[in-house]
Each structure stands twice: as structure tokens, then as C-alpha cells.
């Protein structure tokens, strides 16, 4: 994701859920709705979608 656009290569680390599961688990467990990714570009993209952390979710 992130690393890929910044030209570097990291190992994945995390699963990582495509569409958001917000608790529904039969998405969650929908592996065609997981990809691998390094713990940095997890933790971004959470952010981004959930607002993680108290924060409010952005569009960027």
C-alpha cells in the first residue's frame, strides 16, 4: 500500500480486512476480504477508515 507507493519493500505482518468488518463476522472471516500488509500501513489505513484512536475518520 503506502510502502508500495513509496517504492519500498516491507514484509506483510498483519492481516488486514479490505472492507472494514465493524464487528459483522461473517466478514470477518471472509477471506477473499483479507490482504497482507506491514503493521505501519495497517495502523495508516485503520486510522483512515475508523478514525482509530478517538480521531475522526478522514478522506485522505
Avoid at 514484509?11 to 503493521?39: M, S, Y
Amino acid at each position: 500500500m503506502e510502502c508500495t507507493k513509496a517504492g519500498k519493500v516491507e514484509a506483510a505482518t498483519v492481516v488486514d480486512h479490505i472492507v472494514p468488518h465493524k464487528g459483522d463476522k461473517e466478514l470477518f472471516w471472509q477471506r477473499d476480504n483479507w490482504q497482507a500488509l506491514c503493521k505501519a500501513c495497517h495502523d495508516t489505513k485503520t486510522v483512515r477508515e475508523d478514525g482509530g484512536f478517538g480521531n475522526e475518520r478522514t478522506n485522505c
